[in-house]
């Protein structure tokens, strides 16, 4: 008993010597720091990584949240765009992010052209097809789950899109490349700084909104880049 009074008398040999409580207390905290920031570093790359890999993902959830949402051209515009780009019946219409189909569709039953619509969502394909096949131009038009960004635009007389303007901006290289004479419609959203050959304004009936219609005819007149002010 004697040896244990002493001892916690002097603290001498004991864990409990003067200090020793909050120098482990600080490590402990120390330690706790370093592994809540390996934590949040980990999971922010990850997270990067993830965010940079979801556009080809199937699931559906992560890539709402990425790409353009769907809002649909109303009608009206949908006739503009089309009579923009004097679309003709040897035409290939091809929309890029086609939504339910109603551009291709449309430029199918008015024109007798052939269109292809390309879509990331699988459901927006579904309602595509339904739609061709509702209006009886399945023979000419079909619909194909793939990232805009990866498609070869060679073929294509006629250009629609609809998307952000981040994504106006991410589709220019490929739109260089079309051939001589293709036309490109765009619906509300410039091709960043590109002056286009024609732009008309229309609301439709019944709508507080103008919309905008875009054209350029390839090859388009991409400005050199401005000189770094010095
Ligand atoms: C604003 S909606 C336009 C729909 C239709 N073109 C219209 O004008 O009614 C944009 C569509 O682009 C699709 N989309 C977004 N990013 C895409 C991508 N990287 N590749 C293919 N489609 C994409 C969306 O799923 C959505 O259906």
């Known amino acids: ?9 002097t603290g001498a040999g004991s864990s409990l010597a003067p200090g020793a409580a909050p120098a482990r207390a600080r490590r402990r905290w120390w330690l706790l720091l370093v592994v809540f920031a390996v934590l949040v570093a980990s999971g922010s790359a990850f997270a990067w990584w993830k965010f940079n890999h979801t556009v ?3 699931t559906p959830l992560p890539r709402a949240w990425i790409n353009a949402p769907f809002v649909t051209t109303p009608p009206e515009v949908v006739d503009a765009m089309l009579e923009l780009a004097e679309v003709k019946e040897t035409d290939l219409v091809y929309d890029l992010g086609c939504g339910d189909g109603r551009i291709v569709v449309a430029a199918a039953e008015k024109f ?40 070869d635009l060679a073929q294509a007389d006629v ?15 490929q739109l260089q490349a079309l051939k001589p004479g293709s036309r ?47």
Not at 1 to 9: H, L, P
Not at 118 to 135: G, M, N, Q, V
Not at 164 to 173: E, G, Q, T, V
Not at 194 to 219: C, F, M, S
Request: include cysteine.
């Open 184 to 230: 490109i419609v765009a619906h509300d959203f410039p091709l960043e700084d590109i002056p286009p050959d024609k732009k008309v304004r229309l609301q439709p009936a019944g709508e507080d909104n103008e919309h905008t219609v875009y054209l350029w005819v390839a090859p388009i007149k991409v400005p050199p880049a401005e000189a770094p002010a010095s």
């Open 159 to 173: 250009i629609t899109i609809y998307l952000l303007p981040r994504y106006m901006k991410k589709l220019i290289p």
């Open 112 to 151: 007798g052209c052939r269109g292809v619509g390309y879509d990331i969502e699988p459901e927006r394909i579904r309602e595509s097809r339904e739609r061709a096949k509702t209006h009886n131009v399945e023979d000419l038009v079909s619909f194909e789950q793939k990232d805009v960004f990866t498609l």
């Open 56 to 58: 080809f993902d199937p």
């Open 1 to 9: 008993m004697a040896d244990v009074r002493d001892d916690q008398t």
